[in-house]
C-alpha cells in the first residue's frame, strides 16, 4: 500500500527483485483488502506511513493487521509511526528470513502479482513472471518511445499496472525520466488544471493518461509552450473523436496515441504507431503479441476467427501475457491457449485493432444487443458533458432498456430532458435511445481512472426495483432494496427494512419477473 512518490517506486522495484509484490488499491475497503491478502498468501504488508489522498488508509492497516495478526507490518517513508510496524531498513537489516525463497536469475520467477477485479468478491490474481518483464520492457521501449533521456509526465496510481509499468518499470529501465506530480498522482485538484503547466516546466516529451483525465483537459487550453511534447499515450477505454481533436488542437499536433491492454497483457500491448495512427483504432500488436478476434461463445467452448472488420470477441497471446491465472480460471482461455479478453472487438485489413465495447456492457434489449458507446459518444458532442455512460435498466418486458448518466463540465449547466434529445436525434437506431438520462455530480471511477460503470448499474438496478416494490405494498409498507455483488450470478437483490417476512415476501413475488437472484435479509 504506496502512494505515489520517488521512495515509493524505489520500493516497488526492489519488492519485485526480492519478493513477489502484490500492489493493493489502497482505496478499497478494509475487508475487501483483506481478502485480497489472503488470496495472494502474502507474507507481509509493505505500507508507507503517509497517505495524503486517504485519511484513512492508517485506519485500515490496522484493521488488516487485526484479521491477520501473522502478517508482518512493514513501514516506510515519512511520517507517523505506525504501531505494530517494523521500520523497513531495521526489517531488512534483521534478516529475510521472511523472504520467500527463489532462485536468483530464474525467467519463470512470479516477480508481481496484480489483483483484477473481485472488489467485493472473488478477485482474480495475476502472476508476472521476470521472462514477461524481460520483454515488455523492450518492446514497450520501442512502441511508447520512452527512450533514455526522454521524460514523462507520471500520475497513473502504482496499484495498477499502468502506473506501476507503463509509467514505472518501463520508463526507468530504459533510461526514460518520470515526472510525479505529486504524492496523489492525477487525483490531486490541482493537478489537472496545471497539467500543461508541468509539460512546459519539466520539459515533458510524453504525456500519460486515461480517457477521464483527457476529457478535462480538452477544455483546457495551454498558456505556456508544450512544444516538446510529442504524444500522449492514452488507454483504458475508447476515446470520443472530439475529445481526440481537442487534445491535437490544444498542443499543437502532438499526437494522442490510443492503445489497449490488460493486467493479463502487462499493460499495454496493442498501441498506434507514432506517425501511423488510426484515430479511434488502439492500434497493432506489440512485436511477440499476437490478436485474433473470434466468434462470441459461452465459457470455454472454441471459436472460429471471424472475417475482416467482423465484430467479435478479442483474443490475445505472447511474451507479455498470461497464460494462467494464480488461481484456476479455465473459462478465461480458449481451449488452445489464447486468453479471452471480454472485448468486443474488429481488425481491419492492415491488422488494426478497434474496441467497439465490452461483452458485459452490451445492453439487451429484447434480444436485441445495443452498444454503449452509441449513446455515449453523442453525448460527448454536448458542450455541458465531460463524461458520459450508458448501461442497461432493469426492465421485466425487455429485459433492459438504455439509460444515460453524464457527469457535466465545471460550470456548465443543462436539463436531462434537454440531453436526451440532444442524444436521440443523433442515434440512429431507434432502440438505443436513452429513455433517461441522469445528470449526476461526479462520475464514480476506478482508481485507474476508469468510468466504473458497475456502480451506475448497481444504482440504477435498485431504483427500477425500488419503485416496482414501492408500487405493488403502497404507502402504508416499505421494503429497502439493496442490489450487491454475487459471486457466481453477478447480481444480487437483498430484501432488507423493518417490513414483516409477510410483506417482504409479496416485494419478492413482485419482482420474480426479472432474472435476478432475489434474497431476503
Known amino acids: 500500500m504506496t502512494p505515489q512518490g520517488l521512495s515509493s517506486y524505489a520500493t516497488l522495484i526492489g519488492t519485485m527483485i526480492a519478493a513477489t509484490a502484490a500492489p493493493l488499491n489502497y482505496f478499497l475497503e ?3 483488502l483483506v481478502r485480497l491478502i489472503r488470496a495472494a498468501r ?10 495524503d489522498d486517504d485519511p484513512a488508509a492508517v485506519a485500515k492497516v490496522h484493521a488488516i493487521k487485526a484479521a491477520i495478526p501473522e502478517l508482518k507490518l512493514i513501514a516506510y517513508g515519512e511520517g507517523p509511526p505506525i504501531p505494530g510496524s517494523e521500520d523497513l531498513d531495521t526489517a531488512a537489516g534483521d534478516g529475510t528470513d521472511w523472504l520467500p525463497a527463489h532462485v536468483g536469475g530464474d525467467p519463470d520467477r512470479v516477480v508481481a502479482c496484480f489483483h ?53 518499470l518501463v520508463p526507468l529501465l530504459n533510461g526514460c525520466g518520470i515526472v510525479i506530480p505529486s504524492s496523489r498522482g492525477f487525483r490531486a485538484p490541482e493537478v489537472i488544471p496545471n497539467y500543461w503547466n508541468y509539460i512546459n516546466r519539466f520539459r515533458i516529451n510524453i504525456g500519460s493518461s486515461v480517457p477521464t483525465i483527457l476529457m478535462a483537459l480538452a477544455g483546457i487550453r495551454p498558456s505556456k509552450d508544450i512544444s516538446c511534447l510529442r504524444r500522449v499515450l492514452c488507454g483504458a477505454a475508447p476515446l470520443p473523436l472530439a475529445t481526440i481533436q481537442a487534445i491535437q488542437t490544444a498542443t499543437d499536433g502532438a499526437g494522442v496515441l490510443e492503445g489497449w491492454g490488460m493486467t493479463e497483457t502487462c499493460g499495454f500491448s496493442v498501441l498506434n504507431p507514432e506517425g501511423q495512427t488510426k484515430v479511434g483504432s488502439v492500434g497493432t500488436p506489440f512485436e511477440g503479441v499476437e490478436a485474433q478476434i473470434r466468434a462470441v461463445t459461452e465459457g470455454a467452448s472454441q471459436s472460429a476467427e471471424v472475417p475482416v472488420d467482423s465484430v467479435g470477441e478479442l483474443v490475445v497471446r505472447g511474451s507479455i501475457v498470461i497464460r494462467a491465472y494464480a488461481d484456476d480460471r479455465p473459462d478465461s482461455f480458449t481451449p488452445d491457449g489464447w486468453l479471452r479478453t471480454g472485448d468486443l472487438a474488429r481488425k481491419d485489413a492492415e491488422g488494426y485493432l478497434w474496441i467497439v465495447g465490452r461483452l458485459k456492457d452490451i ?60 442524444v436521440t436525434a443523433r442515434i440512429q437506431e431507434r432502440a438505443a435511445a436513452p429513455k433517461a438520462v441522469f445528470v449526476i455530480n461526479a462520475m464514480p471511477l476506478t482508481g485507474a481512472g476508469k468510468i466504473y460503470k458497475v456502480a451506475l448499474r448497481f444504482e440504477t438496478t435498485r431504483a427500477a426495483l425500488q419503485a416496482d416494490v414501492d408500487a405493488a405494498l403502497g404507502a402504508d409498507h416499505h421494503v429497502e432494496v439493496k442490489v450487491v455483488e454475487d459471486s457466481k450470478s453477478g447480481v444480487a437483490v437483498r430484501l432488507g427494512g423493518s417490513a414483516s417476512i409477510a410483506v417482504r415476501a409479496r416485494a419478492k413475488a413482485e419482482l420474480a419477473g426479472y432474472s435476478f437472484k432475489i434474497e431476503m435479509e
Open 363 to 422: 445492453i439487451i434489449r429484447s434480444g436485441h444487443n445495443i452498444d454503449p458507446l452509441m449513446i455515449e459518444s453523442p453525448a460527448y458532442e454536448h458542450p455541458a458533458v465531460q463524461l458520459a455512460a450508458a448501461v442497461g435498466r432493469p426492465d421485466r418486458y425487455a429485459g433492459e432498456l438504455p439509460v444515460l448518466f453524464v457527469q457535466l463540465r465545471n460550470g456548465a449547466r443543462a436539463e436531462p430532458e434537454e440531453i436526451r434529445e440532444f
Open 30 to 32: 478494509a475487508d475487501a
Open 116 to 168: 483484477t477485479g473481485g472488489t467485493t468478491g472473488t478477485p482474480k490474481l495475476v502472476p508476472h513472471t521476470e521472462r514477461m518483464y524481460m520483454a515488455m520492457v523492450e518492446v514497450s521501449r520501442v512502441r511508447m518511445g520512452t527512450v533514455s533521456g526522454s521524460r514523462m509526465l507520471a500520475g497513473l496510481p502504482l496499484f495498477h499496472t499502468s502506473g506501476a509499468l507503463q509509467c514505472g
Open 42 to 51: 502474502s507474507r507481509a504488508l509493505l505500507v508507507a506511513r503517509r497517505f
